[in-house]
């Protein structure tokens, strides 16, 4: 690309930024470069009292997003964050100060799609579930290509579940969801958990391990795109987490409960294993269900199970 500033940029900005809504004083925006696909821009004006205002929907500051892919475009040195300042003159006519600043942040520089960490987390888990059964060569199968980034719709580079033959009974369990995240920065464990289902050996055949490997894959997925889930099972101890198809009748719901066993060696610390159970609508009738998750219509089909938590 053609040379591009500071300067150029700062020519640029002024006048947008001098569009400032009323009261504003000052502004402060701090943007990211594009890292695996992913930037981001943060901040916005401020009064005398150093009080954000809020955005005005009808004016766009896209041109921060130009000028920082500009600057990117015709870097000479590697940086990933820019920092631009704005400050309104004391008196009319008089130019506003804009600066603007480049640094290279490593904090949030993304884990690659070949960082150490994925098959770190992998070896954890594996090491887990030998310390409970034998674990079926070949069952734990990818169930959909990674991206460039290393990312599937679990976030992380594995999406796949493992078979486990432990005394007495089959356990299907998740083997991805506390992969640390690829193409991101941050320190954790994915959704910071990982699920498992508990069958009797002797009631299963290929074809059903085959169909509830599918449904734990599914469930899987909505715990990866909702929000810190396995935190409210903790909290509550057991929810109704989503509904089946008709194809699973009588069984109509899946329920997650906690259970005191943690994965340990993980990249960022331990994550709850917690428990799938698929329930009939009989086991939670006349129950109440109105309050958070349904978690006291959960606990008491749990109860009425046996199962401890």
């Known amino acids: ?78 940086f990933n964050t820019v920092v631009i300042r704005w400050k309104k003159p004391k008196f009319p006519f008089m130019r506003a100060e804009v600066t603007l600043e480049t640094n290279f942040d490593e904090a949030i520089v993304p884990r690659g799609p070949d960082d150490p960490a994925y098959e770190e987390a992998a070896a954890a888990r594996r090491a887990f579930w030998q310390g409970r059964g034998a674990l079926q060569v070949g069952f734990a199968a990818e169930r959909e290509t990674a991206n460039i980034y290393n990312q599937t719709k679990w976030f992380g580079p594995h999406r796949r579940i493992l078979a486990i033959d432990a005394p007495g009974k089959l356990i299907l369990a998740t083997d991805g969801l506390s992969t640390p995240w690829a193409g991101i920065a941050d320190p954790e464990n994915g959704v910071e958990c990982e ?12 074809a059903g391990i085959s169909n509830w490997a599918n449904l734990l894959i599914n469930i899987g997925d909505l715990m990866a795109d909702g929000h810190r889930v396995a935190r409210d099972v ?34 960022f610390g331990s994550v709850p294993v917690i428990l799938a159970t698929p329930i009939s609508e009989a086991e939670i009738e006349r129950q109440d269900l109105s309050d958070d998750w349904g978690a006291t219509a959960a606990r008491h089909a749990l109860a009425k199970r046996g199962i401890r938590n």
């Open 1 to 78: 690309m053609a040379s591009y500033s500071i300067d150029d940029a700062i020519r640029e900005l002024a006048p947008v930024l001098g569009k400032a809504p009323a009261g504003a004083v000052s502004g402060e925006w701090t943007a990211t470069t594009m890292q695996a696909g992913h930037s981001s821009r943060t901040g916005g004006y401020r009064d005398a009292q150093g009080r954000q205002l809020p955005e005005d929907p009808s004016y766009s500051l896209g041109i921060i997003d130009d000028v920082v892919e500009k600057l990117d475009a015709a870097a000479s040195r590697h």
């Open 195 to 206: 699920l498992f289902m508990e069958f009797d050996a002797a009631t299963l055949d290929e």
């Open 234 to 267: 903790e909290k509550h101890g057991a929810i109704l987490f989503c509904r089946l198809t008709e194809d699973y009748a009588p069984l109509t719901r899946i329920m997650l409960s906690r259970t005191a066993d943690r994965i340990e060696g993980l990249p």
